[in-house]
């Protein structure tokens, strides 16, 4: 059970996860997100870290891309990586080619570092058999590094069928370009996750902190917001806020409830009318 003060997070698609602070879905994989919104809005540390991921990533991908697809394009990024080889006076590789190792360097921080949290969450999934989109992602990026660097450290193990045109079948490219792209996704997820949260934070901000509520002999005392209960009187006052839904028992007022209906003209409340959480132009008792 969580202590006052601890925050209690859920998975959007599967609200029966909760748990104390921040993390991901055991089920799907995806952040979790606070039960209860507050008006408070700090910044979302995971979209820090996958932004920051997603540039790197995307500044060893493109290069890598170049090298491994540029002859597509009437490039030959190879013969040139293989000159410059020659000019700092590198060894010849035998079975394999300095462009193929560049090619490694520039997916293993990729693969590793950017797209470990999916690999986590992959590997997570598996273990406790509840596949998701992260058990691809992790098995597709894995199968195609993983197969590259033991193709590239025992070339000479692959059978003949194995080889291409170009040498040896390696696939650094795609799992960099893969975990670039499931990495800008996650961000732009995040980001409209974000966007949402502000908002409603917004909403929260226009609630007022405290109600007056009469007692039975009529004494009004102000009181928090959390104090309220289910069959309380309140009285609200000209030109403040409902603190609460709830049913007008006396008077009539005017609501303006165009932050939750979009009609510019406040509503008319009387007696038995219900009233939403929005400011009072009139007084009137709920």
């Not at 921080?109 to 986590?120: D, Q």
């Not at 609460?244 to 008319?268: C, I, K, Q, R, Y």
Request: charged residues 15%; glycine residues 8%; aromatic residues 8%.
């Amino acid at each position: 059970m969580a202590k006052p003060g601890e925050v209690i997070y859920t998975c959007p698609m599967h609200p029966q996860i909760r748990q104390v602070g921040p993390g991901n879905c055991p089920i799907c994989g995806m952040t979790l997100e606070p039960l209860v919104p507050t008006a408070t809005t700090d910044e979302n540390p995971e979209l820090l870290d996958l932004t920051r991921r997603f540039w790197v990533a995307l500044a060893f991908s493109v290069p890598l891309l170049a090298l491994a697809m540029g002859e597509l394009v009437g490039l030959d990024p190879a013969a040139f990586v293989e000159r410059v080889a020659t000019a700092l006076g590198l060894p010849q590789r035998m079975n394999t080619t300095w462009s193929q190792v560049l090619q490694a360097l520039l997916a293993t921080p990729v693969v590793l570092w950017a797209g470990w949290p999916f690999l986590a969450r992959g590997w997570r999934s598996f273990r406790t058999w509840n596949l998701n989109m992260f058990s691809l992602i992790a098995l597709g990026v894995g199968a195609s590094y993983g197969f590259s660097v033991y193709a590239l450290v025992f070339p000479t193990s692959l059978p003949e069928a194995f080889r291409t045109a170009h040498g040896l079948p390696l696939y650094f490219e795609a799992a960099a370009v893969i975990v670039t792209l499931v990495l800008l996704g996650q961000v732009l997820e995040l980001r409209a996750r974000s966007k949402t949260s502000s908002a409603i934070s917004e909403l929260l901000k226009l609630a007022p902190t405290t109600a007056f509520r009469v007692s039975t002999d009529g004494n009004e005392e102000e009181i928090s917001l959390e104090s309220v209960q289910v069959g309380d009187i309140l009285r609200v006052k000209p030109g403040t806020r409902t603190p609460v839904d709830g049913v007008v028992t006396e008077g009539t007022s005017s609501v303006d409830e165009s932050m939750l209906t979009g009609e510019p003209m406040p509503a008319e409340k009387t007696t038995g009318a219900r009233s939403p959480g929005e400011r009072s132009t009139r007084p009137a008792r709920s």
